[in-house]
């Protein structure tokens, strides 16, 4: 099984997985380390040089980031490699995901919520439009959480509202 499958099982806790899409990273920054997807490339690393590399690959501190994305839901494919933006609906043709930011927690009763249902992925989008969405689903019920496709709002908050 490879890192990101791993990953995606909620077994690698102490990891973040970058996304990149192609031509987002300059060649001599992190390209030796990712692994090409379809559209780009993925890196797992450990938490804080995770944080790191994402900052040189985009310029962007990596918290900062994700707390700008989750005022925003939007839908992040569950293997972590592109997204639908929320302002999708505006000039279909101008929106592709340029990186993602993710990472996961193991389940916590204390907390209750999501995260009294399982482990739960963290994801946060930056989209060529320049919007920034965030998305988390719960593992092994990831059509029964978080963001669907085709929809800016989670499940959850549905559920919540009726």
Not at 21 to 36: E, I, K, M, R, Y
Not at 72 to 97: F, M, N, Q, S, Y
Not at 143 to 157: A, C, I, K, L, R
Request: one cysteine or more.
């Amino acid at each position: 099984m490879d890192k990101r499958e791993s990953f995606l099982r909620g077994d690698r806790h102490e990891d973040v997985v970058l996304f990149l899409a192609d031509g987002t990273l300059d060649a001599d920054t992190l390209s030796h380390l990712t692994n090409p997807v379809d559209n780009g490339d993925i890196l797992i690393i450990n938490g804080e040089d995770g944080r790191q590399a994402f900052e040189a690959a985009t310029g962007i501190e990596a918290m900062s980031f994700a707390q700008t994305a989750m005022e925003t839901r939007g839908h992040i494919t569950r293997k972590l490699t592109g997204g639908e933006c929320p302002k999708r609906t505006v000039d279909a043709d101008t929106h592709e995901t340029e990186f993602i930011f993710a990472f996961s927690e193991p389940q916590n009763d204390a907390v209750g919520g999501l995260y009294a249902r399982g482990d739960v992925v963290h994801a946060y989008a930056h989209c060529t439009c320049g919007c920034n969405y965030a998305d988390k689903w719960v593992i092994g019920s990831e059509t029964e959480t978080g963001v669907q496709p085709g929809e800016d709002v989670s499940v959850e908050s549905l559920t919540e509202d009726n």
